[in-house]
């Protein structure tokens, strides 16, 4: 693949730039700083490289300079891949990119169980994933990283400590629990895997992404 605005092969601005690529095959219109600086091989965000390498990214006019986000001009320039052909298939593609962001392993089991696209309580969630209960600090703490992620919402009012599911953009081919006759299954393999830092999925595009605001 040709180096954007000749960016040097490997450099900082170009593994931010093929990170954003590699997010546009998930459902964010703009991806969570953590998993951009993760999968340009980054400890976080809020390191003084990525920082310094994002500035020079938006400098050649790469990423959007309001938003998290690659240009038009950049996005014109780079090959396309086809969409999700399902749910399943976007699942996949969105568990394959938290695997590679290393996120915990417990938080794919979360997302396995949130992929009825139910409500579930944190408290059910918890027991599901050997956590003592809600209030533990482990599952406290693996809530709050995935909230970084912006794929769950919450329902406002509920009890055991809270509900949560996934937002409507993770299902571009509907909401499981909203569709006559849907399994609740979406037969997501974990381990599947999926090439990186190789172009950008079209965004899928049906009523669906119009979202609420992601916790």
Not at 25 to 37: F, H, M, R, S, T
Request: glycine share 6%; aromatic share 6%; hydrophobic share 35%.
């Amino acid at each position: 693949m040709s180096t954007p605005n000749g960016l040097k092969p490997g450099s900082p601005p170009e593994r931010i730039v093929y990170a954003l690529t590699e997010l546009l095959k998930g459902p964010w219109e703009e991806p969570p700083e953590i998993l951009v600086a993760v999968l340009a091989k980054y400890p976080n965000h809020n390191t003084s490289g990525f920082k310094s390498a994002l500035r020079v990214a938006r400098k050649s006019g790469l990423v959007n300079k309001t938003t998290l986000s690659l240009s038009e001009e950049c996005r014109s320039s780079m090959p396309m891949v086809p969409g999700p052909q399902s749910n399943a298939d976007a699942m996949n593609r969105i568990l394959a990119i938290l695997k590679e962001s290393k996120a915990p392993k417990n938080a794919l089991d979360v997302l396995d169980i949130l992929a009825d696209g139910d409500y579930h309580s944190l408290m059910s969630l918890a027991k599901a994933t050997n956590y003592l209960n809600h209030s533990t600090p482990g599952f406290k703490a693996l809530i709050r990283k995935m909230k970084t992620y912006k794929i769950l919402e919450e329902m406002p009012g509920s009890d055991n400590g809270g509900s949560i599911r996934l937002l409507n953009m993770v299902f571009p081919f509907g909401r499981p629990s909203n569709r006559s006759g849907a399994s609740a299954s979406l037969a997501i393999d974990v381990d599947e895997g999926f090439n990186f830092f190789t172009g950008h999925a079209q965004q899928a595009t049906d009523s669906n992404n119009n979202e609420s605001t992601s916790t």
